[in-house]
């Protein structure tokens, strides 16, 4: 069954850029897949367009069978709460520690104060900051900061994660580390959709990609000599 | 709204009291001026109307009776008046008594009235009145009726003190919601753009939450809840400075209005009147802070 589903998405900016063009595609429920493409491909467009940041000038997505092109208010909110967001600037409160940013996406849905530190807790000490909970943003190391935000869209364990560039920040090592939570979350039914320009995270991922260029999603067709390019 | 939500508001509130103390204090201390004036003068028009309505206790009706009245027609008109519903009591003045009320209200000049016939002023009943038939109105409708009586002469009423008396009530009625409409205003736009700094200050943070799904009303509420407190705190602070102020100036309040005011006893607003003030602080701060929100948290 499809999970999301994206039928002739388009994102024209004022006057005529368009960010992201005619884009189809399909994401199996549990599916973990990678975007790729160069900067300016237009893939943090197309998760923005996923999470209703931005609103598509045409075209239909369907999350879990809704269409959310249009979601509003409530709606919107509601949504949201079943995405695990990572941001590409990470988007932590400056004034919150790390386990208070992790913490706040689990607040917002309800959860008690007691079982959201705790849940945020063991997701800091997974990613390697155990000792870094209690810590300021700016006071944390770029990679840090990502560790943080990766963490904060885990701990609700949501249906669906949307990660920009989740990676960017961090050493081999704790990318590795980092793409295995993905994976372990993936494992146990969540649908993962990363986008990224570092080819390396592909090496070792047996997964589909998707390819954009131009704000277009390349085609099969179009494939080897990009995936080659990468 | 589950319990957790609750917490989580709270805590949000807690901290942005404690993040922008200062912008929250500025804000309730001139909230806290805007009711201070407005109570204030809730307070003067509460005396002046106590004060007012002291001197409405002194009015009363006199009825002449025609000089062919003798003293049992006289008492039969008393009693018949008496029954009226507006008439707390009727008290008949002979003609030697008005005589000897009036040398006696002309003291060492009495004198004047020597050679002058003791019987010249008419007999008369004077009419004491219930205190809701103390209107002009109700005054007219009964001057009315006993004038038509059988051997009454005629009927005298302080009509133009009566006069004087509504339109001062009236008046300081009026300029109490004109004051506090222009006060309530001024209260009204300075939580408002409290609260739009605080929406301001904290833009990141919002945008923040709505992309992890937190729901309108979680956002809007810490900012909804720092408006009543501000309104809440000013309102208690005014009432504070107002009853101190009271304190301290005391009896010198009512020397402006010198022996009018002899024997007047100064009260403070009465519990009522304090809650109406803190309320109506509560729903300031509530409203601008609504405001706010609507309108820069769209």
């Not at chain 1, 909970?133 to 949307?162: D, M, T």
Request: proline share 3%; glycine share 10%.
């Amino acid at each position: 069954m499809s999970m999301i589903q994206l039928h002739s998405v388009s994102k024209v900016y004022p006057p005529d850029y368009a960010g992201v063009k005619d884009v189809t595609f399909q994401v199996e429920a549990g599916e973990f897949l990678f975007l790729c493409g160069p900067s300016g491909a237009g893939k943090t467009t197309l998760l923005r367009l996923l999470f209703r940041s931005e609103q598509a000038s045409e075209g239909q997505i369907l999350v879990d069978g809704r269409n959310v092109t249009r979601l509003k208010g409530a709606g919107l909110a509601a949504y949201r709460r079943k995405l695990g967001l990572v941001f590409q600037d990470f988007k932590l409160i400056p004034h919150m520690t790390a386990l208070e940013n992790v913490s706040l996406a689990a607040d917002v849905v309800g959860v008690p104060w007691r079982q959201s530190r705790r849940r945020g807790f063991r997701l800091l000490s997974e990613l390697g900051l155990k000792d870094k909970y209690g810590v300021l943003p700016p006071a944390l190391s770029g990679g840090e900061q990502q560790r943080v935000a990766i963490a904060r869209a885990l701990v609700n364990e949501p249906e669906i994660v949307l990660a920009d560039e989740p990676t960017g920040n961090l050493d081999p090592e704790r990318a590795a580390e980092s793409l295995r939570l993905f994976a372990r979350i993936n494992e146990e039914g969540t649908t993962v959709l990363i986008a990224t320009h570092d080819p390396r995270l592909l090496r070792s991922f047996d997964g589909r990609v998707l390819l954009m260029h131009q704000g277009r999603l390349l085609r099969r067709e179009d494939l080897e000599p990009a995936a080659s390019a990468t | 709204m589950k319990l957790a939500h609750v917490a989580f508001v709270a805590g949000r509130v807690a901290r942005s009291l404690r993040e922008l103390l200062w912008t929250h204090l500025l804000t309730a201390g001139v909230m806290a001026m805007t009711l201070l004036v407005f109570g204030g003068f809730l307070l003067i028009q509460e005396n002046v109307g106590q004060l007012v309505r002291g001197w409405g206790q002194e009015i009363h009706v006199f009825v002449y009776v025609d000089g062919n009245v003798d003293r049992a027609a006289a008492t039969g008109l008393r009693m018949r008046m008496e029954r009226y519903p507006e008439v707390r009591a009727a008290r008949y003045v002979s003609r030697e008594r008005a005589w000897e009320d009036f040398k006696s209200a002309l003291g060492s000049q009495s004198g004047i009235l020597e050679g002058l016939d003791p019987t010249m002023l008419p007999a008369s009943l004077e009419l004491e009145l219930y205190d809701g038939y103390r209107s002009r109105d109700a005054i007219a409708g009964l001057v009315e009726r006993v004038a038509a009586l059988e051997g009454v002469q005629e009927v005298e009423y302080p009509e133009a003190w009566l006069e004087r008396l509504r339109l001062l009530l009236m008046g300081m009625e009026w300029l109490k919601w004109v004051l506090g409409g222009v006060l309530f205003l001024v209260a009204f736009l300075i939580v408002g753009s409290t609260i739009k700094l605080a929406i301001v200050a904290r833009r990141d943070e919002i945008e923040i939450m709505q992309l992890v799904g937190a729901g309108t009303g979680l956002i809007r509420a810490p900012f909804i809840i720092e408006g009543m407190i501000q309104g809440l705190a000013g309102a208690a602070l005014a009432l504070g400075l107002l009853r101190a102020a009271f304190s301290f100036l005391g009896a010198e309040l009512l020397a402006p209005f010198g022996s009018l005011a002899a024997g007047a006893q100064l009260t403070f607003l009465n519990t009522w009147q304090c809650g109406e003030l803190l309320v109506l602080g509560w729903l300031l701060g509530t409203a601008g802070s609504v405001l706010s929100v609507r309108r820069f948290l769209a």
